[in-house]
């Protein structure tokens, strides 16, 4: 009996002690007592921007199920929370997020280009989970499901799609080409493209007098050409674009190509550009100006040379040296100019003159394509599948009238 009472008291005093160290434990350095851990309410506003990869889930009675990630730094718009989810609006199937990975952001807009190209009537059809790729190659989505999407770009190894409100990339190999009418539009036959060169105000009397060659446009014939190019909703291609219509490999309605030539006297010719948001590209002799007095949001600057404009370098013509200098020094010319302008691919034979031996230094110097003035040939536009090397432009003059630029556009 006396050893019973005793173990009754062991046992009390162990009890004791062991809810005395729980309390101990529940206390903090400062003396307070510690509430139970909840996990803090992630609360985040319609605009967020990923902080790495995100699961994204879908939601099949009442139950929420993984369905696919998007990768870091891929913006998203949320409606309100829904059972401790937030549904995603400007995705093409009904997702969610929990809220984890993500960070408020400002609303993004993305580059809406592509809406101005002529979708082709194929789709791009995958089954059961999809990745899209940004312009870079950079992983955005991965998707569970079956999708068809109607293929905007047939680049070499990938589809440009429409996603998200956004231009997006599957790769070729992922699925199969089907075909399904997406519009009654169809590819422009042909493209003109405008050869300028000098531009005065013909309100300034000193101007006037300055500019006095007959490859010189006055303010009013170049407002006059680009009012009827806006008014008449031509598309201005980028080079890129217009490489890409040439390879096939996207779609145009009507466009044409604006380019000036040289550099003197190019600012006015710029400025009214920038007016009409409308895009060009100026060919710079790079040993002349400097391509950094020259930065615009809508003139590209390609390479007319760097220093191979120049009267009699070569017997015919007006003597072009990218004609008939040595190899050596062209592919340094060319080089040259290229690293001035920041990296271009794009040329403009010097006096419109080029020969096999011209194209092929291009070629080696990694050059895709190069332009002339008026073609050797009947037929003055470019098309798909045109000689990238030989490519023909209308050269504008004091005398080209409306109707010119209306027959050469139409």
């Avoid at 909840?38 to 990869?53: A, G, Q, R």
């Avoid at 609006?89 to 809220?99: A, M, P, R």
């Avoid at 008449?232 to 044409?256: A, C, H, R, W």
Wanted: charged share 25%.
């Amino acid at each position: 009996m006396k050893l019973n009472k005793i173990v009754i008291v062991c046992m009390s005093l162990v009890i004791m002690i062991g809810l005395c160290f729980i309390g101990l434990k529940k206390k903090t350095d400062n003396g307070q007592t510690k509430q139970n851990y909840k996990k803090p309410e992630i609360v985040l506003s319609n605009n967020v921007i990923s902080t790495n990869d995100v699961t994204l889930y879908t939601k099949n009675n009442d139950e929420f199920i993984e369905s696919g990630k998007i990768s870091k730094n891929v913006y998203l718009t949320l409606d309100k929370k829904e059972d401790d989810y937030y549904k995603v609006t400007n995705l093409d199937k009904d997702y969610y997020v929990n809220g984890e990975g993500l960070k408020d952001t400002e609303a993004v807009t993305y580059d809406s280009r592509y809406k101005n190209y002529i979708v082709f009537n194929e789709n791009i059809t995958v089954e059961d989970s999809i990745e899209l790729y940004d312009e870079n190659n950079k992983l955005v989505y991965s998707l569970k499901g079956d999708y068809s999407l109607p293929i905007y770009i047939k680049d070499n190894e990938r589809y440009g799609v429409e996603f998200a409100g956004r231009l997006l990339y599957v790769n070729a190999n992922s699925g199969s080409i089907i075909e399904n009418h997406n519009t009654d539009s169809v590819n422009t036959k042909g493209i003109g493209t405008l050869n300028y060169h000098f531009f005065y105000d013909d309100s300034i009397p000193e101007e006037v007098a300055d500019c006095n060659q007959e490859i010189c446009a006055s303010k009013t014939q170049f407002k006059q050409h680009l009012d009827y190019i806006k008014n008449n909703n031509f598309f201005t291609p980028t080079m890129k674009e217009l490489e890409m219509y040439i390879d096939g490999k996207i779609q145009l309605p009507k466009s044409v190509v604006i380019t000036i030539d040289d550099g003197w006297r190019a600012q006015l010719g710029i400025q009214m550009l920038e007016e009409y948001q409308l895009n060009a590209t100026l060919f710079l002799v790079t040993s002349w100006y400097d391509p950094q007095a020259f930065k615009s949001d809508y003139v590209e600057i390609h390479s007319h040379s760097d220093n191979m404009h120049n009267q009699g370098d070569c017997p015919t013509g007006q003597g072009g040296g990218i004609q008939c200098l040595p190899k050596e020094q062209i592919l340094n010319d060319l080089k040259t100019s290229s690293d001035k302008i920041g990296g271009t691919t794009v040329f403009c034979y010097p006096f419109y003159e080029y020969n096999d031996y011209a194209i092929s230094a291009l070629q080696e110097a990694g050059y895709t394509m190069a332009f002339a003035g008026e073609s050797r040939y009947s037929d003055n536009l470019v098309k798909v599948g045109s000689n990238k090397y030989k490519l023909p432009r209308f050269v504008i003059v004091d005398y080209t009238t409306m109707n010119d630029l209306i027959n050469y556009l139409n």
